[in-house]
């Protein structure tokens, strides 16, 4: 079956290609796109290519549907499929992808984790819905190269919650670049863990909106970059209802030539009272043309909130290195080991304890890389 | 001096205060005690007036008047001095600004001059010394910093420069050791009066050996379970609330 | 009611407070409506400028017709016709007296009345005051004093004319004539403003401050301020501003420059109360100033302090370029918008030399239907070995319809520097509101004590003669928002 043939679908494309013609490719004049120049890093590079994904094996009560077959989508992913905000390149994926998956969690399911794989060059999209109560882990890898734009949907239903681990390995080559749009209702909990090995250019942005009350988001990610490598995070999270609350803890090690970014904007809309909202980011160079650009941002609205932030940027504490080689530790494991204990605390987020060592691991591989000047 | 009548009070919407009645006359000085959760603190916010406690049944008459009526700084400036539990904590405010802001704003509701600065400083260090509250002490931001036992005294510091009428002694002993604790009592008692009547109210015994009272009510439930002389506090500590409560009910 | 309740009822009866919104009837000259070559020549001529300046006046009118009016600050405000205002308006015959008994006696009241008593018997104690009343400086207090100590202190228009050299040498330096769209406009037409010059060594015997004035309606004021500390020399100084209570909006749009020669420090301080606008959002000053120092020299200081408590806009952002080693930078800024009032304040620390410091404390205040943004960008260039920064920025909300906002910029190029940046955002604790209350200390009052205190770590950088002061304002500003 052709993949663009229901009328509904042509309609949500043509808004998404309209948004995106209008906004166009982001560059460093675009307020948000400020330290990821996407124009110069994809130099003409087009959307119609399509990214691949791979599900390696389907944990049993999870409905898993083939985008390429939208036309003949069943009522969920018609009534979700791009519905959520698009920034211009999640418009432009939306517009052009002809490759991605939708998954489905019933009601009050708890799943087994959920491996899936991005690979190659080119657009695609993805759509999670967890219904009331459902819970899932899903793990996700990006192993692209040359230019991928990905697309990704997840709608957090009520008292669900949804744990996501986002992998994504250095790949000196690749401009990755890759919007998440979540949002969370009421009692519902949206975990995430994002490690960035860096690429040429790397840019992840997270678009959650805490829809109902009680309704939770906890951020952490890591980036340890060296050589060239770029990576950006950039979050916005908005408190839309009262009673709703935020965490977010990213930290970056940059080595080399290496760019760390991290923009974060709390928006707490009016009447929104009671919101907690609490964010850090941290980044260490390590190279001597290094650099890390930390924006964290908080919009507020409503009086009767709690919101903090804290930003830092540095290298190692001196007092630290000067203990531990004072007890016979050499400097450069003196380095390694509060190196490890800076970015330990944010991979420490992540509550199972497989995940976590996988995660580890994946730094263990950076980190070389990274303590390079 | 007080008469409170069959006094209900709900905090969202939860009644807490379930028909309390209690009067004390000027010169007396009566205790309430009781267990956790039996509506203590209740009552000394519902007395000085704090916003969410809500008065939805019986009468609090001060002096003639409807106590209910007034804002909490009508209340002070009638002479209502609640020494708080938890001193709350003013960032950036020097506690000797803070009196002197508090003083001049009661003179001046009543109608009196108001004072200078160096007037404020001397009349507070002669009630100071007593208490051990030190001029560097009154240089530090309003309770930033300070000790449990600290705070307490200035508490009673500020009771003392006041000169209320009504003082209501909310957990006046928690988180103080013995020494701080004769210490506070002693200032407490200096403060005995004819014209002036107080409100003391404890968890323990303990206080009201240094600061002893012409009466005590026992506070269960958000009602008044039992009454009687000083001797209640040993009976109280002796065979602990669990008794008297249980034999009320 | 609840404290909280009671607290957005009292925001919303604001008053009308601000003392300083009287007219001074006097009679004025203007220039033709509009902006054209013919103004900018209209005021160089007034001036009677050396070619030079007009050059570099017209250069930068040109250069501005290009330009488009900035729109990333979060302020929204109806269009500026700029062909609809005055540019120029000055009292009658009443340029530059040589003595204060010269000044029309109708200047003299304002002033008095403003609070900025200019004869000099009865001048503040160690304050010299420059006057500026709409486009002209009409008084310079304390000149003989400090020109024995060598000290420049004057109306720009007259360094323009005696001391050249100077200005020439660095006007345009810090601020260049295209930096930003209000900035360039300013340099093709500004009127008046402070020259001050302190020699090498010279610790300034006295604070200088400039007082200025929009009195004329329909008119806007461009004044640009040059401050030069040569080496190893100190200066503090000081500036005030107040507008008449208007329905229309009037614009200022300053630059202010700094220069600090090795080893000298500026510490500049503002208390800005230019009228707000009414409760309903009506009227007001439209704010838009450019203010930069430069620490050109190794071991210099700026120090900006500012309390922003008028205007219906804010935008600007007071920075510092430690351009050379073992600088130090500081902003202390408190900012209270109240009702439709409108600020987006912060600061620049560019840090290009080794071992340079730069220090941020900003203390916003928000209430009514105000929003109140702090935007700063802390940059870490890779010469600048061992840089150190430290910001602080606290919001406070009064009621639930303002907008307390934070966009701070981090950017770093040197593996050795070290920033950190801190935020948070809040209301007036409810229970420190209560204690206040239960000590017989009235809302009001209260609110400005608590507010004084959270304020505290900014205000105790004022100047004594002029801490008191802002203490007050505070508290007034506040007034009008909190009962």
């Given at each position: 079956m052709s993949s663009a043939s229901a009328h509904w679908l042509d309609e949500r494309r043509a808004l998404a290609a309209n948004r995106f013609a209008a906004l166009g490719v982001p560059h460093r004049r675009i307020e948000d796109w400020k330290y990821s120049d996407l124009r110069t890093a994809i130099d003409g590079a087009n959307d119609d290519a399509a990214a691949s994904w791979k599900i390696a094996t389907l944990p049993e009560g999870i409905e898993l549907f083939d985008l390429a077959d939208v036309g003949a989508a069943p009522d969920w992913v018609k009534a979700h499929l791009g519905t959520l905000p698009q920034n211009a390149m999640a418009s432009s994926s939306f517009a052009h992808a002809r490759t991605g998956f939708a998954v489905r969690v019933p009601r009050n399911k708890s799943a087994e984790p959920l491996h899936v794989t991005f690979a190659n060059a080119g657009s695609a999209r993805a759509l999670v819905v967890l219904e009331d109560g459902a819970a899932l882990t899903l793990c996700e890898t990006l192993v692209t190269d040359g230019y991928a734009n990905l697309g990704l949907e997840f709608i957090v239903g009520a008292n669900a919650q949804l744990t996501h681990i986002r992998m994504a390995p250095h790949s000196a080559g690749a401009v990755q670049v890759e919007q998440y749009a979540v949002t969370v209702a009421h009692d519902g909990v949206y975990r995430a863990h994002f490690f960035n090995g860096g690429a040429k250019l790397s840019r992840a942005e997270l678009q959650i909106a805490l829809a109902g009350a009680n309704a939770q988001a906890h951020l952490s990610g890591v980036s340890v970059l060296g050589g060239t490598a770029h990576a950006d995070i950039t979050t916005h999270i908005t408190h839309a209802v009262s009673h709703t609350a935020s965490t977010q803890l990213f930290k970056k090690i940059a080595g080399g030539k290496s760019r760390a970014v991290y923009q974060g904007r709390i928006t707490v809309e009016q009447g929104a009272d009671k919101s907690d909202s609490r964010q850090t980011a941290k980044?260490?160079?390590?190279?001597?043309?290094?650099?890390?650009?930390?924006?964290?941002?908080?919009?507020?609205?409503?009086?009767?909130?709690?919101?903090?932030?804290?930003?830092?940027?540095?290298?190692?504490?001196?007092?630290?290195?000067?203990?531990?080689?004072?007890?016979?530790i050499p400097e450069a494991e003196a380095r390694n080991m509060l190196v490890r204990a800076f970015l330990e605390e944010a991979v420490d987020e992540i509550a199972d304890e497989s995940l976590r060592a996988t995660v580890w691991q994946a730094v263990e591989d950076a980190l070389p890389g990274a303590m390079l000047p | 001096m007080l008469e409170i009548k069959d006094l209900h009070v709900a905090v969202d919407g939860k009644e807490i205060l379930k028909g309390l009645t209690l009067s004390i006359a000027a010169g007396q000085v009566h205790a309430i005690m009781g267990p956790n959760g039996s509506g203590k603190s209740?009552?000394?916010?519902?007395?000085?007036?704090?916003?969410?406690?809500?008065?939805?049944?019986?009468?609090?008459?001060?002096?003639?008047?409807?106590?209910?009526?007034?804002?909490?700084?009508?209340?002070?400036?009638?002479?209502?001095?609640?020494?708080?539990?938890?001193?709350?904590?003013?960032?950036?405010?020097?506690?000797?600004?803070?009196?002197?802001?508090?003083?001049?704003?009661?003179?001046?509701?009543?109608?009196?001059?108001?004072?200078d600065a160096m007037t404020v400083l001397k009349t507070v260090r002669k009630r100071a010394a007593a208490l051990k509250v030190s001029e560097e002490m009154l240089k530090r931001a309003l309770n930033v910093g300070f000790s449990g036992g600290e705070k307490k005294r200035l508490e009673i510091l500020q009771m003392s420069l006041f000169e209320p009428k009504l003082a209501i002694l909310d957990e006046t002993d928690?988180?103080?050791?013995?020494?701080?604790?004769?210490?506070?009592?002693?200032?407490?008692?200096?403060?005995?009066?004819?014209?002036?009547?107080?409100?003391?109210?404890?968890?323990?015994?303990?206080?009201?050996?240094?600061?002893?009272p012409d009466r005590i009510h026992v506070l269960a439930g958000g009602r008044i379970v039992a009454e009687g002389g000083k001797e209640l506090a040993h009976e109280l500590e002796a065979k602990g609330y669990e008794h008297i409560v249980g034999k009320a009910a | 009611m609840s404290v909280a309740h009671e607290t957005k009822k009292q925001v919303a009866e604001i008053g009308e407070k601000y003392k300083y919104g009287f007219v001074t009837d006097i009679e004025m000259e203007r220039a033709p409506k509009g902006l054209s070559e013919d103004t900018v020549k209209y005021i160089s001529a007034k001036k009677g400028e050396p070619q030079w300046m007009l050059d570099w006046r017209l250069a930068a009118f040109k250069r501005w017709l290009e330009m488009r009016e900035p729109n990333w600050a979060r302020v929204h405000y109806q269009k500026i016709d700029y062909q609809n205002a005055y540019y120029y308006a000055a009292p009658k015959n009443t340029p530059l007296k040589q003595s204060l008994d010269e000044v029309d006696p109708k200047l003299l009241e304002t002033y008095k009345k403003l609070g900025i008593p200019l004869h000099e018997q009865m001048a503040l104690a160690g304050v010299a005051v420059d006057a500026v009343f709409d486009s002209v400086s009409v008084a310079t207090t304390f000149k003989a004093k400090l020109n024995e100590a060598g000290v420049i202190f004057c109306p720009i228009s007259e360094a323009i004319r005696d001391y050249p050299d100077l200005v020439k040498k660095y006007l345009g330096t810090v601020v260049p004539v295209s930096d930003n769209f209000f900035a360039t406009l300013n340099s093709a037409v500004f009127s008046d403003g402070t020259f001050v010059y302190v020699p090498k060594g010279v610790r300034c015997p006295m604070e200088l401050s400039t007082y200025f004035r929009i009195n004329a309606s329909e008119t806007g004021q461009f004044e640009r301020t040059l401050i030069v500390a040569d080496e190893g020399s100190f200066v503090s100084y000081l500036e005030g501003c107040t507008a008449p209570k208007r329905d229309e909006n009037q614009l200022h749009a300053a630059v202010v420059e700094l220069v600090a020669l090795e080893g000298a420090e500026i510490k500049y301080s503002t208390v800005q109360n230019w009228y707000p606008g009414d409760e309903n959002g009506l009227g007001g000053i439209y704010n838009f100033v450019t203010k930069r120092g430069d620490c050109r020299g190794d071991r210099s200081k700026i120090s900006w302090t500012q309390v922003e408590t008028g205007s219906a806009i804010t935008w600007k952002y007071p920075s510092c370029i430690l351009r050379g080693d073992d600088t130090v930078g500081e902003f202390y800024s408190i900012a209270i918008a109240n009702n439709f009032q409108q600020a987006d304040t912060g600061t620049k620390m560019i840090h290009l030399g080794r071992n340079t410091r730069s220090r941020i404390i900003s203390k916003g205040i928000s209430?009514?239907?105000?929003?109140?943004?702090?935007?700063?960008?802390?940059?870490?260039?890779?010469?600048?070995?061992?840089?150190?920064?430290?910001?602080?920025?606290?919001?406070?909300?009064?009621?639930?319809?303002?907008?307390?906002?934070?966009?701070?910029?981090?950017?770093?190029?040197?593996?050795?520097?070290?920033?950190?940046?801190?935020?948070?955002?809040?209301?007036?604790?409810?229970?420190?509101?209560?204690?206040?209350?239960?000590?017989?200390?009235?809302?009001?009052?209260?609110?400005?004590?608590?507010?004084?205190?959270?304020?505290?770590?900014?205000?105790?950088?004022?100047?004594?003669?002029?801490?008191?002061?802002?203490?007050?304002?505070?508290?007034?500003?506040?007034?009008?928002?909190?009962?």
């Open positions: 980044a260490l160079l390590m190279g001597e043309r290094a650099e890390a650009d930390l924006k964290p941002e908080l919009e507020i609205y409503a009086d009767d909130v709690k919101c903090a932030h804290g930003a830092a940027v540095g290298d190692l504490d001196a007092n630290s290195l000067f203990y531990l080689r004072a007890r016979g | 209740t009552l000394s916010y519902v007395l000085a007036g704090r916003a969410g406690y809500e008065v939805t049944s019986g009468s609090i008459i001060y002096n003639g008047e409807d106590l209910n009526a007034l804002k909490p700084e009508e209340r002070a400036v009638k002479g209502v001095f609640l020494a708080m539990q938890y001193p709350v904590e003013i960032p950036g405010v020097t506690t000797l600004t803070f009196l002197k802001t508090a003083l001049n704003a009661q003179r001046r509701a009543r109608g009196e001059k108001e004072v928690s988180g103080l050791d013995i020494d701080a604790l004769k210490l506070v009592a002693e200032g407490v008692n200096a403060l005995r009066s004819p014209e002036r009547a107080m409100l003391v109210i404890t968890h323990y015994q303990r206080l009201l050996d240094y600061i002893v | 209430a009514g239907k105000a929003q109140n943004t702090y935007r700063g960008l802390v940059s870490v260039h890779p010469k600048a070995s061992n840089a150190r920064n430290y910001t602080q920025c606290d919001s406070l909300l009064i009621g639930g319809k303002c907008g307390a906002h934070t966009v701070p910029y981090i950017e770093s190029r040197n593996p050795t520097a070290r920033i950190e940046h801190e935020a948070t955002t809040s209301k007036i604790a409810e229970d420190q509101l209560f204690y206040c209350l239960q000590r017989g200390i009235p809302q009001e009052e209260a609110v400005a004590l608590i507010v004084n205190g959270f304020c505290k770590e900014v205000l105790q950088q004022l100047p004594m003669e002029f801490a008191v002061e802002a203490q007050k304002l505070v508290g007034i500003s506040l007034e009008g928002s909190v009962g």
